[in-house]
C-alpha cells in the first residue's frame, strides 16, 4: 500500500547500499545537511555508524526523521539486502513512510543535477562484461520516464543509445580502456544517497514499504537450485 511522501521541511534519510560506493545522507527541506560514504566492501560493518554520524552532524535523533529513502538495485546481491533490511527496521522502529527507488532512475537524476542533458542512461555494472541499463530523456532539471524497460546489454550494444550520456560507477574506466562505444559521453558516478532523497519526495509511487522486501536484482542469482523430488 501506498504511502504519503513527508510533507516539507522533510527530514529525509537517505541509503544506497548497492553500490560500489555505499552512501547515507540526511536532506532537510531538499538540502543536504550531512553526507558519508564508504567503499561496498567495508559498508556491512560501517552502515548503521555512517547513520548515527549523519544524525548527529544535523542535531537530529531518528525520531526527528519523517522519512526514508532506499535504493532497491540492481546493484550488488549482498549490499542491497543489508539496506532493505536496516530500512525495514528502522521502519518498523520508527513508524515513518518509506521510499523505494530504483537505482538506475537515480543514476539518470544523479546526471542531470550535474548539468547532462538529452539521452541519460543510467547503467550498474553486471559483471561478466554486461551492464545493466536504462535510459531516459532529460531536459535541464527534469528527468523523464525510461525510454524503454532495463536491460542487460554488453558492452558493445551500449552503442545503440548513442547519442547519449552514460553515468554509472566505472564508465570512466571504460573510457579509459578504449570499449566504450562512440557517441557516448561518460559521466562517473559519486554518491548517490542525497541525490535519491531530492528526487524521492517527487514519485508517489515510490513511497510504498512493501518494495522493502522486492530489490530488483535484474538477474537471478549465479546459484544452481536443487532439483525437487
Same mark, same amino acid.
Given at each position: 500500500?501506498?504511502?504519503?511522501?513527508?510533507?516539507?521541511?522533510?527530514?529525509?534519510?537517505?541509503?544506497?547500499?548497492?553500490?560500489?560506493?555505499?552512501?547515507?545522507?540526511?536532506?532537510?527541506?531538499?538540502?543536504?545537511?550531512?553526507?558519508?560514504?564508504?567503499?561496498?566492501?567495508?559498508?556491512?560493518?560501517?552502515?548503521?555508524?555512517?547513520?548515527?554520524?549523519?544524525?548527529?552532524?544535523?542535531?537530529?535523533?531518528?525520531?526527528?526523521?519523517?522519512?526514508?529513502?532506499?535504493?532497491?538495485?540492481?546493484?550488488?546481491?549482498?549490499?542491497?539486502?543489508?539496506?532493505?533490511?536496516?530500512?525495514?527496521?528502522?521502519?518498523?522502529? &520508527? @513508524?515513518?513512510?518509506?521510499?523505494?527507488?530504483?537505482? =538506475? *532512475? !537515480? +543514476?539518470? $537524476?544523479?546526471?542531470?543535477?550535474?548539468? /547532462?542533458?538529452?539521452?541519460?542512461?543510467?547503467?550498474?555494472?553486471?559483471?561478466?562484461?554486461?551492464?545493466?541499463?536504462?535510459?531516459?530523456?532529460?531536459?535541464?532539471?527534469?528527468?523523464?520516464?525510461?525510454?524503454?524497460?532495463?536491460?542487460?546489454?554488453?558492452?558493445?550494444?551500449?552503442?545503440?543509445?548513442?547519442?547519449?550520456?552514460?553515468?554509472?560507477?566505472?564508465?570512466?574506466? &571504460? @573510457?579509459?580502456?578504449?570499449?566504450?562505444?562512440?557517441? =557516448? *559521453? !561518460? +559521466?562517473? $558516478?559519486?554518491?548517490?544517497?542525497?541525490? /535519491?532523497?531530492?528526487?524521492?519526495?517527487?514519485?508517489?509511487?515510490?513511497?510504498?514499504?512493501?518494495?522493502?522486501?522486492?530489490?530488483?536484482?535484474?538477474?537471478?542469482?549465479?546459484?544452481?537450485?536443487?532439483?525437487?523430488?
Amino acid at each position: 500500500m501506498n504511502e504519503s511522501p513527508p510533507i516539507a521541511p522533510a527530514k529525509l534519510l537517505a541509503l544506497d547500499t548497492g553500490s560500489p560506493v555505499v552512501s547515507v545522507a540526511l536532506t532537510l527541506d531538499g538540502k543536504t545537511a550531512a553526507e558519508r560514504s564508504v567503499e561496498q566492501a567495508r559498508s556491512s560493518v560501517a552502515l548503521l555508524e555512517l547513520i548515527d554520524e549523519c544524525l548527529r552532524e544535523a542535531g537530529l535523533s531518528p525520531r526527528d526523521l519523517n522519512g526514508i529513502a532506499v535504493l532497491r538495485g540492481p546493484g550488488s546481491f549482498t549490499g542491497l539486502r543489508v539496506g532493505l533490511a536496516t530500512v525495514l527496521g528502522l521502519r518498523a522502529a &520508527l @513508524a515513518i513512510p518509506v521510499a523505494v527507488l530504483p537505482s =538506475l *532512475e !537515480v +543514476l539518470a $537524476a544523479h546526471a542531470i543535477e550535474r548539468a /547532462a542533458t538529452g539521452t541519460i542512461v543510467g547503467v550498474v555494472d553486471a559483471l561478466r562484461g554486461e551492464w545493466f541499463a536504462s535510459a531516459f530523456r532529460a531536459a535541464p532539471g527534469t528527468l523523464g520516464e525510461p525510454t524503454a524497460e532495463a536491460k542487460i546489454l554488453p558492452v558493445a550494444s551500449l552503442a545503440s543509445f548513442a547519442p547519449a550520456t552514460v553515468c554509472g560507477f566505472g564508465v570512466r574506466g &571504460l @573510457a579509459d580502456r578504449g570499449v566504450l562505444p562512440g557517441g =557516448l *559521453e !561518460v +559521466l562517473e $558516478a559519486s554518491p548517490l544517497a542525497a541525490t /535519491a532523497a531530492r528526487l524521492a519526495c517527487n514519485r508517489q509511487e515510490w513511497w510504498d514499504a512493501a518494495l522493502l522486501t522486492q530489490p530488483l536484482y535484474l538477474r537471478e542469482p549465479a546459484v544452481t537450485l536443487p532439483n525437487p523430488r
